[in-house]
């Protein structure tokens, strides 16, 4: 008997967390057109997003962003913000792995705002922190500290370190009069 599309996805996402990423690749390939077969295109947008960050990882650029963008379409079409969002982090790591780091920026902030919408602290917080090592990385040290803050004022829980660090931003922040 052949596996169902959701079969096949969760032995994928098994594979993947096992870091076997051909394995899972080859998988997630299997999965999505059965996903649209079944009209189930919220399934089929997973796995392309799934692919998509497979072949970042593996650095085929060019296909990675051509399953990003499929899964973007799809998540548009289907009104699915969160999954939306996910995909346009995922293309915001895309830019970033290529040194395209203004449309990174864009992307990561596209993300924060539409995690905003939905009210998601914790992944709204996620995607602020690899906006502000971005722009660490681009030397705009003064913006990457202020989103940096930002990103640990949406944490609901805190670690020990976050705290401390957010206490340091904080004081500097209120040293230099706010932001610029």
Not at 40 to 59: A, P
Not at 98 to 119: I, K, N, P, V
Request: proline content about 3%; aromatic content about 8%; some cysteine.
């Amino acid at each position: 008997m052949n596996p169902t599309p959701t079969q096949l996805k969760e032995q994928g996402l098994h594979q993947f967390k096992s870091g076997r990423y051909d394995e899972a690749l080859a998988t997630f390939n299997a999965a999505a057109p059965l996903f649209a077969a079944q009209e189930d295109y919220l399934g089929q947008g997973e796995m392309l997003n799934n692919i998509g960050v497979i072949q970042r990882f593996q650095r085929n650029y060019d296909a990675a962003a051509a399953a990003l963008h499929q899964a973007h379409d799809l998540f548009t079409q289907a009104g699915d913000i969160n999954r939306k969002a996910q995909t346009i982090a995922n293309l915001g790591e895309l830019h970033r792995s290529q040194g395209a780091y203004e449309q990174a920026g864009r992307c990561y902030s596209d993300a924060s705002e539409l995690f905003a919408q939905l009210g998601d602290r914790d992944k709204q917080a996620e995607v602020l922190w690899a906006l502000s090592l971005l722009r660490t990385r681009q030397r705009r040290w003064l913006e990457a500290v202020y989103i940096m803050q930002d990103s640990l004022k949406l944490r609901p829980r805190r670690s020990l370190i976050q705290t401390i660090l957010y206490a340091f931003l904080s004081l500097g922040m209120r040293l230099t009069g706010g932001k610029p």
